[in-house]
């Protein structure tokens, strides 16, 4: 049996760069722990929630807002 992935997708705060911070399913609380560490892979700013449906992004992945 394959489970699919679906990439959880992240939003830097601080520059707008969007990067996949995890893929689900996961078990909760690791998918808490993995995802409250996140970190902006281009500057290191606090990650939140993209816009995303159903694992495909909704939101540019450039820094604009
Ligand atoms: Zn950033």
Redesign the pocket.
Do not use: E, I, K, L
């Given at each position: 049996m394959t489970v699919e992935r679906k990439p959880f997708w992240a939003r830097?705060?601080?520059?707008?760069?969007c990067w996949v911070a995890a893929y689900t399913p996961m078990p909760a609380l690791t998918f808490a722990r993995v995802v409250g560490k996140a970190r902006?892979?281009?500057?290191?700013?606090r990650a939140f929630v993209a816009k995303q449906d159903d694992g495909a992004l909704r939101e540019g992945q450039g820094?604009e807002a």
């Open positions: 830097c705060g601080a520059c707008g760069h902006c892979p281009m500057c290191g700013g820094a």
